[in-house]
């Protein structure tokens, strides 16, 4: 027999259910609408994909430019200035897992140059060991090891956007002032000191290179007056997912009044929001594969109320109930298949696009970087792919219950 089931190597139900995919003249609204559907469940997913990959992104690109400024893990003491670094260095390098630390100071400062005055975030390292530990990013006109080299003037490293704010140039003096002051018979005396300006770096975040500026462990001791203290120490773990544990570890090791803090805790907050807007932007999608799934729910109930005729004479001819379920799912199912395969090529299609060419623009200021960054997970993807599937599967069940109930005795009267 020409067209059986046989021919295509189907089952009974699928080669049904094929059949009926297939619309003949008459039945063209209800191809329309199956295309309708389709296409809802293929917007949504390469909808989510896309912006879920774009969330991915954010974070990652945001880990790695924190990480790159900062430490893993930060060793500070809670009665103020560390006098004993030193031994702390060597205990805390001593620990598993750790690979680097570094020594450094911090401070707020007030920054001025021909009449223009800012405030900055200063920090004195020191230039040998601070490089094993954090990445200041791209160093342009000097090198780090230059810090302190200079006897009259002491040497300072200036964001490239602090820089352009000041109108400072490279060899530049500028004055930086401390607010904390020095203390005198007279009361505290604002400490004034001038800096000659040896080069910039550009780390990529807005936060950063406008308010951040580094200096030399000996000229940021001596300015704020620690003489050989510390504010605290910056480690570089090998695993910067075990900081959380090497951090409560070596809190642990220095007790009071030491404490160490990880990268994770110290950013929390942050990645926290992130976290929350990616869930939030993943419910809010997926009611697109959902109304696509009420799509696909008009879409089968519509065929069966065409094909009450021929459900009741495949059902008088030894049809059960079971294998008229199955026709419509598989019919459901093909819908949501076709809609994944196609979503899903078109997210990871435009998500490659977006990553490659980089043609959306953002204000660095506001997002912290300059381009919409984009990271595609295998697993993600998969996980988006399955639940539209899912959804789709789901939605086929009510038309197919409803078409499994027929009474052949009852349909055929009225055909």
Request: hydrophobic share 50%; aromatic share 8%.
């Amino acid at each position: 027999m020409r067209g059986a089931p046989e021919e295509f190597g189907l089952s009974f139900e699928l080669f049904i259910s094929y059949r009926y995919l297939k619309a003949k003249r008459k039945q063209t609204f209800i191809s329309i609408i199956t295309a309708i559907s389709t296409a809802g469940v293929a917007l949504g997913v390469c909808a989510l994909i896309v912006v879920i990959g774009v969330m991915n992104g954010f974070k990652e690109d945001l880990q790695k430019k924190i990480l790159g400024i900062t430490s893993h893990v930060v060793i500070m003491r809670y009665s103020g200035t560390i006098g004993d670094w030193r031994s702390v260095k060597k205990r805390a390098e001593s620990e598993p897992g750790v690979d680097a630390a570094t020594p450094f100071v911090y401070t707020q400062a007030m920054v001025g140059f021909k009449g223009r005055a800012t405030g900055v975030v200063l920090r004195g390292i020191n230039p040998e060991t601070a490089q094993k530990v954090i990445n200041l990013g791209k160093v342009k006109e000097g090198a780090l090891r230059d810090l302190g080299a200079r006897d009259a003037v002491n040497g300072i490293f200036l964001g490239v956007e602090l820089a352009k704010r000041l109108g400072a140039e490279k060899n530049a003096i500028i004055s930086v002032m401390s607010p904390i002051g020095k203390l005198t018979p007279m009361g505290r005396v604002p400490v004034s000191r001038d800096f000659l300006v040896m080069g910039f770096f550009e780390t990529g975040m807005y936060e950063y290179d406008s308010n951040l500026a580094f200096i030399s462990l000996s000229a940021a001791q001596s300015f704020v007056g620690m003489r050989d203290g510390v504010t605290g120490l910056e480690v570089k773990v090998a695993d910067i997912y075990q900081a959380g544990k090497i951090a409560d570890s070596l809190q642990n090791k220095l007790g009071f009044p030491y404490y160490a803090k990880d990268w994770m805790r110290m950013n929390k907050s942050l990645f926290s929001a992130l976290k929350l807007e990616k869930l939030a932007m993943y419910i809010i999608l997926i009611l697109i594969v959902l109304v696509a799934a009420f799509g696909i729910i008009s879409t089968l109930i519509m065929v069966v109320m065409e094909k009450t005729g021929d459900i009741a004479i495949l059902m008088s001819m030894g049809a059960t109930r079971s294998s008229i379920m199955k026709i419509f799912v598989y019919q459901g199912l093909f819908i949501g298949l076709l809609g994944s395969v196609v979503g899903t090529a078109g997210g990871i299609v435009l998500s490659g696009i977006l990553k490659k060419y980089k043609f959306i623009k953002l204000p660095p200021d506001i997002y912290y970087i300059a381009t919409l960054p984009v990271r595609i997970d295998p697993l993600e993807v998969a996980l988006i792919a399955l639940s539209a599937v899912a959804i789709a599967l789901l939605a086929t069940i009510y038309p197919a219950r409803r078409a499994s109930r027929i009474d052949p005795a009852e349909a055929l009267r009225y055909e």
